[in-house]
């Protein structure tokens, strides 16, 4: 069953020449996921300079991508950081080994056989969804840091008396912003924990406020930082 995804807008570029586009579309509808399909007959209307510019994912049939699949998926990782969710679909041929090839240790993409089914597709389209979103999230987070910063240094000095922090995500530990980086979540979890502490502590100054602060015992609150 798929998950239900969020209403940021995210851009899908469809490198196709049969009905990709459309089924992608069709299932963005079907879900009621906010999705923008750009339908391109060949890769040359991606990387060349009059490109789509910045994806949230990329579907690319084997057939129509030519002898251009590995320029391509270069493109796809230009940025370490912002690398795009990539969908490689077979086209049933003997050429199918050489292209499965090119996406070995391509952690960003995937590979499906010719003429997959919608639930595949639709998994697919959600992930890289769910990667936009965390993408989008870190940028807020970010964001809100760093007026953080600026407002205490501000507050230090004293040309603030005081201070509203903007609205958005809380400044905990940093978002992860690829499929490789989200850890399981029970590590998060115990990531988080672990830095809500160390904030607490570090702003009330002693174990015991910090303790009082966070709802949990002294004795508590020392055998977690250990």
């Known amino acids: 069953m798929v998950r ?15 009905g990709l586009a459309a089924t992608f579309e069709s299932i963005a509808r079907d879900h009621g996921w906010s999705v923008e399909v750009v339908a391109c007959s060949s890769v040359l209307e991606i990387v060349g300079d009059a490109g789509p510019g910045q994806l949230g994912g990329l579907a690319v049939s084997v057939a129509a991508s030519g002898p251009f699949l590995t320029d391509l998926l270069r493109w796809t990782e ?6 795009v969710p990539t969908l490689v679909i077979g086209a049933g041929r003997e050429d199918d080994d050489a292209a ?21 597709l639709a998994d697919w389209m959600l992930v890289a969804i769910e990667v936009h979103e965390i993408r989008g999230f870190r940028g807020e ?4 840091a ?22 958005g995500p809380p400044c905990g530990p940093p978002l992860p912003t690829t499929v490789e980086e989200i850890q399981p979540l029970r590590e998060a979890r115990a990531q988080f924990e672990r830095s809500h502490i160390q904030a607490a502590v570090r702003e009330w100054g002693s174990l015991k406020d910090a303790s009082s602060a966070l709802g949990i015992s002294y004795t508590s609150l020392w055998r977690r930082l250990r």
């Open 4 to 18: 239900e995804a969020s209403r940021r807008s995210f851009r899908l570029a469809v490198v196709d020449r049969a």
């Open 78 to 83: 230009s940025s370490a950081v912002l690398r």
């Open 146 to 167: 760093q007026a953080l910063r600026e407002a205490r240094l501000q507050l230090f000095h004293g040309h603030l008396q005081s201070y509203a922090p903007p609205e």
């Open 100 to 120: 499965a090839r090119m996406i070995l240790g391509r952690g960003h993409v995937r590979w499906l056989d010719a003429q997959p089914s919608r639930p595949s």
């Open 141 to 144: 987070h970010d964001g809100v």
